[in-house]
């Protein structure tokens, strides 16, 4: 192959990459962060003796898990202002979509690790005459969260590839100004590795961490 | 009310879907009494023990633990989360898998209750915490994990833990069962010392002989019925109902 590799000219975009970086990581955190408090919300509804919460909750997670997220996000900037009115700005948008998206994963995920924590203990907890928020949080959470920690780094590992999405709807995240770069540059070898090369950095360090977290148990 | 009774049920019932696990019991425990449920497995025995502190919330009947009451027989509504924690709080309860805190370390499993439920400050929580992890021999186990104590001394540590809440009666599910055989002693003598101190308390146990020798009486169930009750010597050697004495000569190997 006669292909001649230069990555030099990419030195005039960091400006742009960092921009990227900046709007991959920070969706990553924000979403995860509201996807994680939606999430809790979600496990303890679908946990609860409350019929009709239980229903629209469980709907809700197979709604979102069932459906591909790039089309979630597309209905939900093309879509949704047509039902509701309300124009949503890219951002907005992709916020949303990502914040319900990584609550119907990570809610099942806070779920699971709270039904694995044996009945006996909640019999101990009770037995003490402890309320329900209390065992919940000195009994139960204790050592579920143990138990969780491992699969949530593991899904946020994903929400962080999800955003990536965001380029279909305009957001400047790093695969969208990785595509700004290639229309002016025209050299999408170089400029692809390097996007992809980043995402691997920045996700390296993150599947390890799970791993080491998986191989330590907790009790 | 009497106050020589510390425990009363009247009437309970109590079904899981279509099975009927207790059928009309009715019991009473005087107060510094000790009292063995004995019978065969599915009798109906641990749910009737889980009753008394409401881990299992019966479909009607009354029960009154000292001067708490719950009467299932006028209303449908469950009671409340506080209501629950409340009566469950004032009964201390051992099981046979002993259900230690694995997160917290002997000491913070027996201060928990005092701590969390009944508001009682540190310092002085872990001071209680100490002596009876003294009464029960495991004082200086106050620092350790649950998962480095054998069984024997997890249970103790769990009877501890029950006597933190300065309970006013005591109920064992089958506290000996999961033990080695070479462990029992030691989970029974610190149930014989509690005895000695007048708590009342209520046994489900296989252990025959010790129910013969440390209880005052003696209940025997079957198919979710008490079938007899009495004296615990008499009921053991001299059983009167053909079913306790079919079930008894499993054990009188153990009952020299």
Known sequence: MQYQWDFGFLVQYKGLVGIGALYTVGFTIATALSGLAVGCLVALLRLSQWRAATWVVTAFIEVFRCTPVLVQLVWCYYALPMLTGLELTPATAAFLTLTLYGASFYGEIIRGGIISVDLGQWDAGRALGMRRSQLMRRVVLPQAFRRMVPPLVNQTVLQLKNTSLLSVLAVPDLLYQGQLITSASYRPLETYTMIAVIYFAILFPLTRLAHRLEARPGH | ?256
């Open chain 2, 1 to 256: 009310m009497s106050n020589t009774r510390m425990i009363e049920l009247i009437g309970v019932q109590k079904s899981f879907g279509t099975l009927q696990v207790l059928k009309d019991i009715s019991l009473t425990v005087d107060k510094g009494a000790v009292v063995a449920l004995i019978g065969p497995s599915g009798s109906g025995k641990s749910t009737l023990l889980r009753s008394i502190n409401l881990l299992t919330v019966p479909n009607s009947g009354y029960i009154r633990v000292g001067d708490h009451a719950m009467d299932f027989s006028s209303t449908q509504t469950l009671p409340r989360d506080r209501e629950l924690a409340a009566f469950r709080a004032r009964t201390g309860m051992v099981f046979q898998g002993f259900n230690l805190f694995p997160h917290m370390t002997v000491e913070q499993n027996v201060m928990e209750g005092a701590v969390t439920v009944l508001r009682t400050p540190k310092a002085e929580a872990r001071e209680l915490a100490l002596s009876l992890l003294g009464k029960v021999g495991l004082a200086d186990k106050a620092a350790m994990r649950p998962d480095s104590l054998s069984g024997g001394q997890k249970q103790r540590v769990a009877i501890a833990r029950a006597l933190a809440m300065k309970p006013e009666v005591m109920l064992f599910d089958e506290a000996t069962s999961a033990l080695d055989p070479e462990l029992v002693g030691e989970v029974l003598a610190v149930i014989r010392s509690l005895a000695a101190d007048g708590m009342t308390m209520l046994l489900v146990t296989h252990e025959m002989a010790f129910a013969r020798d440390v209880a005052d009486r003696v209940v025997f169930m079957r198919d979710g019925c008490v079938v007899e009750e009495g004296e615990a010597r008499q009921v053991i050697e001299q059983p009167a109902h053909p079913a306790t004495q079919a079930f008894l000569s499993h054990f009188h190997n153990g009952l020299s």
